[in-house]
C-alpha cells in the first residue's frame, strides 16, 4: 500500500471515529432529555366494549408501574358520560365512537384532536340461514338491529345502498339491545340479524345453528375501493390543551398503545383474560374468539385521516347531527403524532 492510500484510509478512519462519537454525544445529549422529562399524570377515559380492548396491555403494564408517566382509567357503559368528562376537562384521552369525536370536536368548538383510529369495523351479519352469502341476499329479508339513528343503522343503509338495495328492499327492525337482537336469532333460525363484536361470538357460542355471513366491515371496503374509506368503529381523541403542554406524554401514550394493540393481536389468551378482569366481556372463551374479529388497530397519521374523513363523511350525507352538524375541520386531526 503506497504512502498516499495509508493517509487517505487512516483520515477515513478519523471521519469515521468522529461521526461516531458524534452520534453518541447526540445519543447522550437526546437520553438526558428524555430523562429530564417530568411524569405527567394522564387521565384516560373509555367504553365498556370493542374501543378498549386495545388499551388492556397498557392498562395492565400502568397498573404494575411499568411507564414513565401515571395513569389513571376510567370506563362508562355510554358515550355520553365519556364526551361529558371530557368537555369538562376531567379527562385529557378518551376512546370513543368516531362520530362520538366528531359531535364532541363541534360542542367544544375544536377543543379536541383525534390522535389515532383504535377500532375499525365490528359488525356482522348472522344468521342461520343459509341462504344469505352476499348483501344481494338481503333482498326482501328483515334485519334485525340496535341504533336507530345511529352508526350501526348509517353504516348498514349505505352498504345495502351500494349494492343496489333501495330502502323498499328490506326491513331493518330495531330491538333495544344487543342481547335482544341475539335472541330473537335464537328463536328463529331463518331470522336475519345485525350485531356488534363480542355478542356475534357470544351468540354463536350458545346456538351452534348461527353463523357468520356477512362481514360488514368487508362489504364496506368492497363498495369504498381501494382508495376508499374504512369502517370505523373507535378514535382515541385528546383535549387540544392538554397536547399542547404535553406532547411527549401524548406520544409516549401513542407508542403504548401501540405496544398494546400489537400484544392483544398476537397474545388474545392473555388479552381474554384481561378483558373479563376488566368487566367488558363475562366468559374468557367469548373474548378469545372475539378479540380477532374486532379488528383492533392504532392507525395514525394520513392513514388515518384518509380513513377517518371518508366515513365520516359517510355519516354526515345520512344524518349531519351525526358528526355534529358537519364533517370537523383540518384540526381535528393530530397527524403529527
Given at each position: 500500500m503506497s504512502w498516499k492510500q495509508k493517509q487517505k484510509e487512516q483520515k477515513h478512519k478519523k471521519r469515521k471515529l468522529a461521526a461516531m462519537a458524534l452520534c453518541l454525544a447526540v445519543a447522550?445529549?437526546?437520553?438526558?432529555?428524555?430523562?429530564?422529562?417530568e411524569a405527567v399524570d394522564v387521565r384516560?377515559?373509555?367504553?365498556?366494549?370493542?374501543t378498549t380492548l386495545g388499551i388492556l396491555f397498557?392498562?395492565?403494564?400502568?397498573?404494575?408501574?411499568?411507564?414513565?408517566?401515571?395513569?389513571?382509567?376510567?370506563?362508562?357503559?355510554?358515550a355520553d358520560e365519556i364526551l361529558a368528562l371530557m368537555a369538562q376537562g376531567d379527562l385529557d384521552i378518551a376512546?370513543?365512537?368516531?362520530?362520538?369525536?366528531?359531535?364532541?370536536?363541534?360542542?367544544?368548538?375544536?377543543?379536541?384532536?383525534?390522535?389515532?383510529?383504535?377500532?375499525?369495523?365490528?359488525?356482522?351479519?348472522?344468521?342461520?340461514?343459509?341462504?344469505?352469502?352476499?348483501?344481494?341476499?338481503?333482498?326482501?329479508?328483515?334485519?334485525?338491529?340496535?341504533?336507530?339513528?345511529?352508526?350501526?343503522e348509517a353504516?348498514?343503509?349505505?352498504?345495502?345502498?351500494?349494492?343496489?338495495?333501495?330502502?323498499?328492499?328490506?326491513?331493518?327492525?330495531?330491538?333495544s339491545e344487543a342481547t335482544e337482537v341475539a335472541s330473537v336469532l335464537a328463536a328463529d333460525s331463518s331470522a336475519v340479524g345485525l350485531l356488534p363484536q363480542p355478542f356475534v361470538t357470544a351468540a354463536l357460542l350458545q346456538n351452534q345453528d348461527l353463523k357468520i355471513a356477512l362481514d360488514l366491515n368487508e362489504e364496506w371496503n368492497k363498495v369504498q375501493g381501494p382508495d376508499g374509506s374504512g369502517m370505523v368503529t373507535g378514535v382515541t381523541?385528546?383535549?387540544?390543551?392538554?397536547?399542547?403542554?404535553?406532547?411527549?406524554?401524548?406520544?409516549?401514550?401513542?407508542?403504548?398503545?401501540?405496544?398494546?394493540?400489537?400484544?392483544?393481536?398476537r397474545d388474545p389468551d392473555t388479552g381474554a383474560a384481561l378483558a373479563v378482569e376488566a368487566e367488558i366481556v363475562a366468559k374468557e372463551p367469548i373474548a378469545k374468539q372475539a378479540i380477532p374479529q374486532c379488528n383492533i388497530v392504532c392507525i395514525t397519521g394520513e392513514e388515518m385521516?384518509?380513513?377517518l374523513s371518508g366515513y365520516l363523511q359517510v355519516l354526515a350525507d345520512f344524518e349531519p347531527s351525526m358528526v355534529g352538524g358537519q364533517?370537523?375541520?383540518?384540526?381535528?386531526?393530530a397527524q403529527g403524532q
Open positions: 447522550s445529549v437526546l437520553a438526558a432529555g428524555c430523562g429530564k422529562r384516560v377515559g373509555s367504553l365498556k366494549g370493542p397498557l392498562m395492565d403494564k400502568a397498573e404494575n408501574g411499568g411507564l414513565k408517566d401515571s395513569y389513571s382509567f376510567q370506563m362508562a357503559a355510554g376512546l370513543v365512537p368516531a362520530n362520538a369525536a366528531a359531535v364532541l370536536y363541534q360542542k367544544t368548538q375544536g377543543g379536541v384532536s383525534v390522535v389515532d383510529i383504535n377500532t375499525l369495523g365490528v359488525l356482522y351479519i348472522v344468521t342461520g340461514s343459509g341462504e344469505i352469502g352476499s348483501v344481494a341476499d338481503l333482498k326482501g329479508k328483515t334485519i334485525y338491529l340496535t341504533g336507530m339513528g345511529t352508526t350501526p353504516s348498514l343503509r349505505y352498504v345495502l345502498r351500494e349494492n343496489g338495495l333501495e330502502e323498499g328492499d328490506y326491513t331493518l327492525e330495531f330491538k381523541v385528546v383535549r387540544r390543551a392538554f397536547l399542547e403542554e404535553h406532547p411527549e406524554a401524548v406520544q409516549a401514550f401513542l407508542e403504548e398503545h401501540r405496544a398494546s394493540v400489537e400484544e392483544i393481536n385521516k384518509e380513513a364533517v370537523p375541520g383540518e384540526d381535528f386531526y
